[in-house]
């Protein structure tokens, strides 16, 4: 049981390049969502999944999009990276219950120069 | 809109010490629960411990207990007999409007003296 799964774990990239970061978890949570770490920020919502074929906005999505095929992945694709998305990238799960827990993934740290 | 705020950016405490970490929140919800994570310097977000509004009891692990204050919307963690692996960023979390959608404070940072 790897729980949630992220990769890569670093990542460089350069103003305008495109990519993909990848989300698995294998606990069959409906749940799963993205969220973004900034210095003296907290962790702040991007989109989230309540299960296969649905996704939904969070708090800060612009230039971000996802997608939910299965179960088990949740890719996040940067379209045309900027340095504003210069940041640590967490995606989680949980079953769709109030107040399961959460369970984060170890997290994509992201630079764009 | 919902928010949650850590009025301490930073806190520090001897070993063997107690510490309380303060988190309030705004809502407008009768039953939804709440949430300190832990993110030492592996990055990790670890739960720590988690409270049930509408039980009246604080919610207690081991050496971390809470003291919620309902009417107040204050979630203040109490980290007893403070140990060297509990220096780390501190998070308070709400789900916001009774979704799975949580919201952060801005964390506390917890150093721990020896």
């Given at each position: 049981n790897a729980g949630v799964t992220q990769t890569p774990k670093f990542q460089v990239l350069k103003t305008g390049q495109s990519m993909t970061l990848q989300c698995a978890q294998d606990?069959?949570?409906e749940y799963m969502s993205w969220y973004r770490q900034d210095p003296g920020m907290g962790l702040r919502l991007i989109h989230y999944s309540v299960g296969a074929g649905i996704t939904d906005q969070g708090e800060v999505p612009n230039g971000y999009n996802v997608s939910r095929s299965t179960t088990e992945d949740f890719p996040l694709r940067l379209l045309s990276a900027a340095p504003s998305q210069t940041s640590v990238y967490f995606c989680a799960s949980s079953s769709y219950f109030l107040g399961d827990t959460q369970y984060f993934g170890p997290g994509t740290r992201l630079t764009v120069l | 809109a919902q928010t949650v705020t850590q009025s301490q950016p930073e806190m520090s405490v001897q070993e063997a010490e107690t510490v309380t970490l303060s988190c309030t929140y705004d809502t407008s919800e009768s039953d939804y629960y709440l949430f300190w994570y832990k993110q030492p310097p592996s990055r990790q977000m670890i739960l720590v411990i988690r409270q049930e509004a509408y039980k009246q009891q604080n919610a207690t692990e081991n050496r971390f207990s809470v003291n919620f204050q309902k009417a107040a919307k204050s979630f203040s963690l109490k980290i007893s007999d403070?140990?060297?692996?509990?220096a780390a960023m501190y998070f308070c979390a709400y789900p916001q409007g009774g979704s799975e959608k949580l919201v952060f404070g801005k964390g506390t940072k917890l150093t721990v003296n020896p």
């Open positions: 606990m069959n949570h | 403070s140990q060297l692996g509990d």
